[in-house]
């Protein structure tokens, strides 16, 4: 069973807000202040490794793996919304893709990409 203080490290969260102008165009902005701190996380750092599972399927590039409770929600792009981004000692990260590990409820996945 996966134990809450394996969670050595914390994130700040920051989610992106869309804002509309009156001829309907979009500007997405990081906020300047985080909407969540000291969230609980293991964090990884990487390098440049690329996740493939094949010539017509996923391709996803990324620079750390974050392992954090269930019960947070951290949310990749989609074709109708934009990532949210984390802060781990002082480097921003793009939510790149999320997913339960071992489809068990205890924790998450979050693959990141380091976003200036």
């Known amino acids: 069973m996966f134990d809450d203080r394996a969670f050595t490290d914390t994130y700040d969260l920051y989610r992106p807000t869309v804002e509309t102008d009156s ?10 202040t985080a ?5 609980p996380c293991l964090f990884f750092p990487q390098g440049r ?8 399927g996923i391709d996803i590039e ?40 071992g489809n068990r409820g205890l924790y998450n996945v979050a693959l990141l990409r380091e976003s200036r």
Do not use: H, I
Request: hydrophobic content about 35%; glycine content about 4%; proline content about 8%.
């Open 62 to 101: 990324f620079d750390a793996v974050m392992l954090f409770p269930a019960s947070d929600t951290l949310k990749p792009a989609d074709r109708d919304d934009q990532p949210d981004y984390v802060k781990v000692n002082d480097t921003f990260y793009a939510v790149r893709s999320v997913w339960n590990a």
């Open 23 to 32: 001829a309907y165009e979009q500007t997405v902005t990081r906020p300047d």
């Open 35 to 39: 909407t969540s701190t000291d969230n």
């Open 49 to 56: 490794p690329t996740f493939g599972v094949g010539a017509q």
